[in-house]
């Protein structure tokens, strides 16, 4: 993996093909086909207030207990009455299961976004802190941020370059005091 570091991930400097004009603007070239991209989000399977309840969800299903829509409320600091409306929509979409005594719980479909969800908040988190240098809690707040817009394609890329720098940590600490000289 260290010639991988080495040729294909070369920072360089901004060139003839540059992603900005001189006043910092970017250009057309660079912002492609924004349009479409930006209704890409609009097709996500949940949104993101959508994944925090099924990380809510599955948070309390770690502790041992499924929780009532009252301690998500709590939890996320929000309404009852959002909740309700959220748990709805995600028991409607096959997520969650309610049972009769209130008590919520992810479905097998849940669980696998969750997971998804969640391995990618993790490796971006990992990226942005032992590879780009970010604080730990900046980095924690963006990897919540950039999890909901990221594709299964370039975090499974991410795993690979991370998992790749940390088979050679001469060239992860290379690599990171040369980001961090940027």
């Known amino acids: 993996c260290q010639p991988c ?11 003839p093909g540059r992603l900005t004009d001189a006043g910092s603007r970017p ?4 912002m492609g086909d924004y349009q479409k991209v930006w209704r890409e989000f609009e097709r996500n399977e949940v949104t993101h207030s959508a994944a925090h309840y ?6 309390f299903g770690k502790s041992g207990r499924d929780p009532r829509a009252v301690d998500i409320a709590r939890t996320l600091d929000v309404s009852r009455a959002a909740v309700s409306l959220q748990i709805r929509a995600l028991r409607d979409n096959g997520l969650v299961d309610v049972a009769d005594d209130h008590r919520i719980h992810l479905t097998r479909t849940g669980a696998d976004l969750v997971a998804r969800i969640a391995s990618k908040r993790e490796v971006v988190r990992l990226f942005l802190v032992d590879v780009l240098g970010v604080d730990p809690e900046t980095a924690e707040r963006d ?6 817009l990221i594709s299964e394609q370039s975090s499974a890329a991410l795993v690979h370059f991370i998992s790749c720098l940390r088979a ?5 600490d290379e690599l990171a005091r040369r980001v961090r000289a940027l």
């Open 143 to 148: 990897a919540c941020k950039i999890e909901h």
């Open 5 to 15: 570091v080495r040729s294909r991930f070369r920072l360089r400097s901004a060139g």
């Open 54 to 59: 099924l990380l809510a969800v599955a948070a």
């Open 27 to 30: 250009t057309m070239a660079a």
């Open 168 to 172: 050679d940590e001469t060239a992860l």
